[in-house]
Nanobody, 121 residues
Framework: HVQLVEIGGGLVQAGDSLRLACVAS????????MAWFRQAPGKEREFVAA?????NYADPVKGRFTISRDNDKNLVYLQMDTLKPEDAAVYYC?????????????????WGQGTQVIVSS
């Protein structure tokens, strides 16, 4: 049974930083690709970042967000700096088996419930 739980969402002001965490269970974490997606109201879910043997970022967050993982603790993080109002969304943790990063939603098999990030301006 695979479970992904996102932690760390909240309300921040534009320009602030926030770190999200995802706790994974029921997976072989070291053999899993971990990713973050986000979905704003009325919009489709979009790729944010992924990490396995390499990392990949969506262009809107490149240079501002950093994805990392702690394999000993089965955690994946998303450090978000210089947050913008357009970053406001529900952020989802996702995973798939493998070693190669992917940016397509269809590539991921399991999803967390999401954590909401609100950026005021």
């Amino acid at each position: 049974h695979v479970q992904l739980v996102e932690i760390g969402g909240g309300l921040v002001q534009a320009g602030d930083s926030l770190r999200l965490a995802c706790v994974a269970s029921g997976v072989s974490f070291t053999r899993s690709v971990m990713a973050w997606f986000r979905q704003a109201p009325g919009k489709e879910r979009e790729f944010v970042a992924a990490i396995a043997n390499s990392v990949n970022y969506a262009d809107p967050v490149k240079g501002r967000f950093t994805i990392s993982r702690d394999n000993d603790k089965n955690l994946v993080y998303l450090q978000m700096d210089t947050l913008k109002p357009e970053d406001a969304a529900v952020y989802y943790c996702a995973t798939r088996a493998g070693f190669w990063v992917a940016s397509a939603e269809r590539e991921y098999d399991y999803w967390g419930q999401g954590t909401q990030v609100i950026v005021s301006s």
